[in-house]
């Protein structure tokens, strides 16, 4: 069994009164155990974030925080190997999808370092002898919620830009994946140049940490990834407060096939945008729409393609996609398709729960397809996070149009066709935060992420994810200098 893993809070390690297992989700094996985080743990990270923030001149010196995000990509660069390695293990991530996520930490560091050293505000003379400026300054002390699915990614990705705008963090993390945290954890505590309490990282499985968080009035902004319903609940807590939230929340994402796409390249993307992390991912393509000319060829074909997914633990590297988080995830998504099928979705794939062999031990489930007749399903409307994809058939583009925007959500869509015109016209008309045209999940540090309705408020990436953690302030200077006579 691998050694306790801690929190690390105000610069030290501490230990908890509750301990928890950590579980391999591929073989239900316990792998380590991580500390419980208490109530009077997370005051202390809150109070040191608050301290650090108001004593040190984290705040005020780009320099040192540009100095501290270098350090920090290149320290997660030299431990790559070992949270690819852990990740896979704790998460169930097959190793490709694990070094995918890990990969992409170095360079959202770097960016963030190099926008911290061209952060300005603006300065005008709006008359003779009046001068007015506009700063960005920090808010204070930020609160990272970070979700189990892509734990480092999606960390980094919130406390890159916090750090870079001036904010300290306080970091919730998922309990399912304590032992990825501590890693990352360790990183931080052998920085040099990071100040103590500037960051704060705690592991939980309780949710009381979160709830201090998002309660507290010495935590002004959020950065809350996960699902709508709680993505609505914190706000309304949070509101007390006038708290600042960015959320990027839950995902339904169309994917739009049209009768001229090439289906030799769309159908290798379809299989991987269900299949990359087991489904469990916000952009996970989970509604499929294919207009009718092509519709029972692209059913055929992808049918075979997801019955040949090979399921199987991280440590096969034959394995195509590995298991859920965990058993009762896979009992959830199976009875949500269960349900859809009582219902009238007619079964293309039945995958399922895998209850023979070795893999019957961990949390495996086989991808599935339904089609569906009936818009209104709640399999279509509500999002599964698993890999299952609903399929419906379209005649006209303003038919795939509105079929695409009647979902509560707008993370991400996708756009197939090899027409010149027609995927930009339908992309402007999605209500999505992301359009992707012949291609799926492609992210970029340069560019923003975020949702439309339901799936969130604000930005992640690219410039505007600093002004989750930034307040403008106005001053002018009078100086009595009149205009020449």
């Not at 801690?6 to 792998?31: F, L, R, Y």
């Not at 006038?242 to 990027?248: D, Q, T």
């Not at 055929?300 to 988080?325: C, H, T, Y």
Request: hydrophobic share 45%; aromatic share 8%; net charge negative.
């Amino acid at each position: 069994m691998n050694k306790l893993a801690k929190n690390w809070i105000a610069g030290e390690w501490m230990d908890a009164t509750q301990h928890k297992d950590s579980i391999n989700p591929a073989t239900s094996e316990v792998i380590g155990q991580y500390a419980d985080v208490s109530v009077e743990q997370v005051e202390r990270a809150v109070s040191a974030a608050l301290n650090a923030f108001k004593e040190t001149d984290w705040k005020h010196d780009r320099r040192l925080r540009a100095k501290v995000l270098s350090e920090m990509a290149d320290a997660f660069e030299q431990h790559a190997h070992e949270l690819i390695e852990i990740l896979s293990r704790e998460n169930g991530k097959i190793k490709a999808e694990a070094t995918f996520e890990v990969s992409m930490v170095p360079a959202k560091l770097r960016y963030y370092a190099a926008l911290t050293l061209t952060e300005y505000g603006r300065a005008i003379e709006p008359k003779p002898g009046s001068y007015s400026m506009v700063l960005r300054e920090p808010m204070g002390v930020a609160g990272i919620i970070v979700p189990w699915n892509s734990p480092v990614v999606l960390l980094i990705r919130s406390l890159a830009p916090a750090l870079a705008a001036g904010a300290t963090a306080v970091i919730k993390m998922p309990g399912q994946t304590a032992q990825t945290n501590a890693v990352m954890a360790r990183i931080f505590s052998e920085l040099k140049s990071l100040p103590q309490g500037v960051v704060n990282v705690f592991s939980e499985s309780t949710g009381i940490g979160s709830k201090y968080l998002v309660a507290s009035p010495d935590v002004p902004v959020i950065s809350f990834t996960g699902s709508t319903a709680t993505g609505k609940a914190i706000s309304a807590t949070g509101a007390q407060h006038l708290k600042r939230f960015g959320l990027e929340l839950g995902g339904k994402t169309p994917m739009l096939v049209f009768k001229d796409a090439d289906l030799d390249l769309v159908l290798p993307k379809l299989e991987k945008a269900l299949t990359v992390f087991a489904g469990q991912f916000c952009m996970t393509g989970s509604r499929l729409l294919v207009q009718r000319e092509i519709a029972d060829e692209l059913k055929n074909r992808l049918a075979q393609r997801l019955e040949a997914v090979k399921v199987g633990p991280a440590a096969d590297p034959s394995s195509d996609m590995g298991p859920l988080i965990d058993k009762h995830n896979v009992m959830r998504v199976d009875a949500i398709v269960e349900k859809a099928i009582a219902e009238g979705a007619s079964v293309l794939v039945r995958g399922g729960p895998v209850k023979e062999g070795v893999l019957a031990k961990g949390a495996f489930y086989r991808p599935t397809l339904l089609e569906v007749f009936d818009h209104r399903l709640s399999i279509v409307q509500e999002e599964t996070f698993g890999p299952v994809l609903t399929l419906q058939v379209f005649d006209n583009e303003a038919e795939a149009i509105a079929l695409a925007n009647d979902n509560p959500y707008g993370l991400a869509a996708s756009v197939w066709s090899r027409d010149v015109d027609l995927p930009l016209r339908v992309a402007r008309e999605i209500e999505a935060g992301t359009v992707w045209i012949n291609d799926w999940a492609v992210i970029y540090d340069e560019f923003e992420e975020g949702g439309f309705k339901g799936s969130g408020l604000g930005r992640l990436n690219g410039m505007a994810a600093m002004d989750d953690f930034i307040e403008y302030k106005h001053i002018t200077i009078s100086t009595g200098i009149s205009s020449p006579k």
